[in-house]
């Protein structure tokens, strides 16, 4: 079965931190693997990506803040949020593209409070 299943939402105040996690099973030959987020009357927007070799790549407002990495033995992709901001609150999806295919995640919520 595939799946792609997110943790580690929740609500934090301004300039704290959290962690999303982002485990794909069912999933082969998977390239790239990152997060994207949509917050309230807003489109989905990139935050970041990484490859299977480790390159990645941030949407500007999250520079220096917000840190991806991957485990590619566990199929897990990472997000380190640092410095958070009531702009960042919007539920993050996390993504996984293999060759022919892009599976996403049903959506987990941060919420960040001024």
């Known amino acids: 079965q595939v799946q792609l299943v997110e943790s580690g939402g929740g609500l934090v105040q301004a300039g704290g931190s959290l962690r999303l996690s982002c485990l794909a099973s069912?999933?082969?030959?998977?390239?790239?693997m990152g997060w994207y987020r949509q917050a309230p009357g807003k489109q989905r927007a990139l935050v970041a990506t990484?490859?299977?070799?480790?390159?990645?790549n941030y949407a500007d407002s999250v520079k220096g803040r917000f840190t991806i990495s991957r485990d590619n033995a566990k199929n897990t992709v990472y997000l380190q949020m640092n410095s958070l901001k009531p702009e960042d609150t919007a539920v993050y999806y996390c993504?996984?593209?293999?060759?022919?295919?892009?599976?996403w995640g049903q959506g987990t919520q941060v919420t960040v409070s001024s």
């Open positions: 993504y996984a593209r293999a060759t022919d295919y892009t599976y």
């Open positions: 069912g999933i082969f030959n998977i390239n790239n």
């Open positions: 990484i490859t299977s070799g480790g390159s990645t």
